[in-house]
Every structure is written in structure tokens, then in C-alpha cells.
């Protein structure tokens, strides 16, 4: 069974700059949740997908946006980065109607 | 809305005791309450979680109660171990289709 993982690891862009980070749900896992991590901190829910389709969200602007797609492996984006985005972006996937959460190792984005 | 909070920030133990984490939430409808394990530059990993319906759960040498009364829930971890030397995160769901609302952390150091 393979776990979740996302791409890229680490990430360094300017702001202003957009940038689109990707993860693969565990196999068979159907839902997905994107979380921002900052530096000693816990994790903050920004959005999920489920069925292709935003299934709550966080307290992120807009230009946080995200899809899924039909294998169930999604993308988050960001648009206008500012320096305050400098995080770890962790991705985790679940099971239709299951509460356990499962996350892959995080894309360390540093903006600059 | 939901607030987590986690004591203590920073816990120190030595190897072979028992280390005690605390959590309190705010939210009477949260009833999913998972404790993630978070090692340097990776993702957080489930550890053991709780349901609203349960007072306590264990698995090996750790363990999970709550009381909802009072609305907290604890991890005790027994005969600690180098490798339990980590950061811990404690959160709090309404449901499957919820987001995860975290705790602060717990950076945990297990002395030699």
C-alpha cells in the first residue's frame, strides 16, 4: 500500500510569484485535506476536496485555490505569494465518511 | 469555533518513565480526537485516536482518555523510549467531513 506523497519536497520562490504544489492520496483514499504548517506550529486546515470538488474550507483567501482530479490526487496553488506564506504545506488523504486522517511528509515552500 | 489547547509546550522525561500530555477543547459537537507523533521534516503520523462514545483507548504502551464533561482528553505514553522523542499534536473534529482543529504541540525529550 503506498502512502501519500507530495512534490516538491522543498520549494523557494519570490513574492508575488505563484507557485502549485501536488499530492497522490493514499491508495484507495478518495479525500483529501491541504494544511499549512508554520514554523512551530500546528497545523492549519485550508481546505478539502472530495469528488473533485471543494468540501470546506479554511480561513484562507482566495488565492489559496485547489482541484482534485479523477485519481484523486490534488493540487494547491497559490497566487501573489507573500512572505507570510513561508510554511509547511502538508497533504493529508482519508476515506469517504472516515475520520482518520493521513498525511504525507509536507512541501517546505520558502518565499522570499 | 473550535479551540484546542495543549499543555505542556515542552516536556522532559526520563527514559523509561511515563510521559502525560494534556488537551482541552471548547466545542461540545467536536467527537474525533486523534494525537499525531510529528519526527523533524516529516509529515505528522497518526498515533492513536478517540471517539466521543469511548473513555479510553490504548494501544501498547500508549493510551488516550477523555472526558467530555470537562472537555479534555490526555496521551500517556509508558516506558518511554529515544524514539518516542518527538513532537506530539493533539486535535479535535466535529466529524468525518470536518476539519481537524490542532493543538500547539508538545515538543517531548526523553533524557538517556
Known amino acids: 500500500e503506498t502512502g501519500v506523497t507530495q512534490s516538491p519536497t522543498h520549494l523557494i520562490k519570490t513574492r508575488g510569484q505563484q507557485v502549485t504544489l501536488r499530492c497522490s492520496s493514499q491508495s484507495g483514499h478518495n479525500t483529501v485535506s491541504w494544511y499549512q504548517q508554520a514554523l512551530g506550529q500546528g497545523p492549519q486546515f485550508i481546505f478539502q476536496y472530495y469528488r473533485e470538488e471543494e468540501n470546506g474550507r479554511g480561513n484562507f483567501p482566495p488565492r489559496f485555490s485547489g482541484l482534485q482530479f479523477p485519481n484523486y490526487s490534488s493540487e494547491l496553488n497559490v497566487n501573489a505569494l507573500e512572505l507570510d506564506d513561508s510554511a509547511l504545506y502538508l497533504c493529508?488523504?482519508?476515506?469517504?465518511?472516515?475520520?482518520?486522517?493521513?498525511f504525507g511528509p509536507g512541501t517546505r515552500l520558502t518565499v522570499t | 469555533g473550535e479551540n484546542v489547547e495543549q499543555h505542556p509546550s515542552t516536556l522532559s522525561v526520563q527514559e523509561g518513565d511515563s510521559a502525560v500530555i494534556k488537551c482541552t477543547y471548547s466545542d461540545s459537537a467536536s467527537n474525533y480526537f486523534p494525537w499525531y507523533k510529528q519526527e523533524l521534516g516529516k509529515g505528522p503520523q497518526l498515533i492513536i485516536d478517540?471517539?466521543?462514545n469511548v473513555g479510553e483507548k490504548k494501544d501498547q504502551r500508549i493510551a488516550v482518555t477523555l472526558n467530555k464533561t470537562a472537555k479534555h482528553f490526555s496521551l500517556h505514553i509508558t516506558e518511554t523510549q529515544p524514539e518516542d522523542s518527538a513532537v506530539y499534536f493533539c486535535a479535535a473534529s466535529r466529524g468525518s467531513n470536518y476539519q481537524l482543529i490542532w493543538g500547539a504541540g508538545t515538543k517531548l525529550i526523553i533524557k538517556p
Open positions: 493529508a488523504s482519508s476515506l469517504e465518511r472516515q475520520y482518520e486522517q493521513y
Open positions: 478517540i471517539r466521543s
